[in-house]
């Protein structure tokens, strides 16, 4: 792992009890997201569904709740180690989305909110790669992510030091690497925030599909 990646766990870990206390109970605020995550229930059909970048656990919660295969990977330790307290009953893994520790075609979903933010721009293709390998032919990945095209920087956050950069992104420019890396996409919408329980951002949500024959020619 280089000094970026190193810089964002580092952060997270320093931050994780603060952030789980501020966003572990946060679905009761957001029904669009839930019904998207119900949505991706059915799709998995009984599979496996993999929350990644997963923080204090709360979506991998919300899935086993309502009766999903869920368990959640995060690239820091530190919220590993708070999702794991926070839900005995749920494996968490510490891992990172450009090398996940996963089988290959081992999943039928995968859902990732606001966790692909963190990546450097240059990377998004490869993680959606990795993402297309772990996933059956045909499985689901639920994205969402803040709207924008600017790189939002925090060196402090709930008074610790941090260095993370927040990357907004564009709905348009992901659905095109998703699709350069062996997906087609199923739905497409922005929402605005729920206030005041959210950052005032745009969010999207996008719902695409592995398409089986891509996988090979993804992983070239
Ligand atoms: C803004 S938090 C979102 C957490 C949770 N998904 C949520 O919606 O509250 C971003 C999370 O992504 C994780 N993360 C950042 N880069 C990652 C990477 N390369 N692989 C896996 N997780 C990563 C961070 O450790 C952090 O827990």
Request: net charge negative; charged share 25%.
């Given at each position: 792992?280089?000094?970026?990646?190193?810089?964002?766990?580092?952060?997270?870990?320093?931050?994780?009890?603060?952030?789980a206390?501020?966003?572990?109970?946060?679905?009761?605020?957001?029904?669009l997201?839930?019904?998207?995550?119900?949505?991706?229930?059915?799709?998995?059909?009984?599979?496996?569904?993999?929350?990644?970048?997963?923080?204090p656990?709360?979506?991998?919660?919300?899935?086993?709740?309502?009766?999903?295969d869920?368990?959640?990977?995060?690239?820091?330790?530190?919220?590993?180690?708070?999702?794991?307290?926070?839900?005995?009953?749920?494996?968490?893994?510490?891992?990172?989305?450009?090398?996940?520790?996963?089988?290959?075609?081992?999943?039928?979903?995968?859902?990732?909110?606001?966790?692909?933010?963190?990546?450097?721009?240059g990377?998004?293709?490869?993680a959606?790669?990795e993402?297309?390998?772990?996933?059956?032919?045909?499985?689901?990945?639920?994205?969402a992510?803040?709207?924008?095209?600017?790189?939002?920087?925090?060196?402090?956050?709930?008074?610790?030091?941090?260095?993370?950069?927040?990357?907004?992104?564009?709905?348009?420019?992901?659905?095109?690497?998703?699709?350069?890396?062996?997906?087609?996409?199923?739905?497409?919408?922005?929402?605005?925030?729920?206030?005041?329980?959210?950052?005032?951002?745009r969010?999207?949500?996008?719902?695409?599909?592995?398409?089986?024959?891509?996988?090979?020619?993804?992983?070239?």
């Open positions: 792992m280089d000094e970026y990646y190193e810089n964002t766990a580092a952060s997270y870990d320093r931050v994780a009890p603060s952030y206390g501020q966003f572990l109970g946060e679905l009761a605020h957001k029904p997201d839930r019904a998207l995550l119900g949505c991706l229930i059915e799709l998995a059909d009984g599979g496996c569904i993999a929350d990644i970048g997963c923080g656990g709360q979506v991998a919660r919300f899935l086993r709740d309502r009766g999903a869920a368990m959640g990977i995060d690239l820091s330790a530190g919220m590993v180690a708070a999702a794991r307290e926070a839900h005995p009953g749920i494996e968490f893994r510490q891992g990172s989305m450009l090398a996940l520790p996963l089988e290959d075609s081992s999943l039928a979903a995968i859902v990732c909110f606001y966790a692909i933010i963190h990546l450097r721009p990377d998004i293709g490869a959606f790669r993402f297309q390998r772990v996933l059956t032919p045909g499985g689901y990945l639920l994205l992510f803040h709207i924008g095209d600017e790189r939002v920087h925090r060196d402090e956050w709930w008074e610790r030091p941090v260095d993370l950069d927040f990357h907004l992104l564009m709905p348009e420019a992901i659905e095109t690497q998703l699709g350069e890396s062996g997906f087609g996409i199923e739905m497409s919408l922005r929402r605005r925030p729920y206030e005041p329980h959210e950052f005032p951002s969010r999207a949500y996008i719902l695409a599909r592995a398409i089986p024959e891509s996988a090979e020619a993804a992983s070239r």
